[in-house]
């Protein structure tokens, strides 16, 4: 839905990010979409492959470095409508090490990035139930730069 309003893709579940120059690194693999009918999908399900494989117009994949402009972490919520909201930078760095691959090996080196990198960027939380509806939303927020 983003990448429909003119934005690229460049990853799916995992954004590398290089600490040092403060870019996210492309990775990426091609998405699928989970295909369910409802709005709440049962926990069994989530270990059942019904996916859809997404394809991306031609300059629609992002093949570069690119500035982190804003950490947004989405929260998906069945029939509720999309909200963005700021996040504190704490909230926010607790989420991130929380899921930082490398915080484990690096611990305090990694705290020290990752509040740095907040520190320079906001976050945000974004509620939704349909894609659509968020992607609209972090497109009238002016793509979370301002």
């Not at 930078?89 to 690096?106: K, M, V």
Request: net charge negative.
């Amino acid at each position: 839905a983003l990448c429909a309003r003119g934005w690229q893709y460049l990853s799916d579940d995992v954004a590398p990010i290089d600490m040092a120059s403060g870019n996210v690194l492309p990775f990426p693999l091609s998405p699928e979409v989970r295909q369910y009918p409802r709005p709440v999908m049962p926990e069994v399900w989530l270990r059942t492959l019904n996916k859809k494989r997404v394809t991306f117009l031609a300059g629609g994949v992002c093949t570069e470095p690119a500035p982190v402009g804003a950490v947004v972490c989405p929260v998906y919520r069945p029939d509720a409508p999309a909200e963005l909201s700021p996040w504190s930078p704490e909230e926010c760095a607790l989420h991130l090490l929380e899921h930082s691959w490398n915080f484990p090996t690096h611990g305090e080196a990694e705290v020290e990035l990752v509040s740095g990198l907040l520190r320079r960027v906001p976050g945000f939380r974004l509620y939704f139930h349909d894609g659509d509806e968020a992607a609209a939303l972090l497109g009238i927020e002016g793509r979370l730069d301002g």
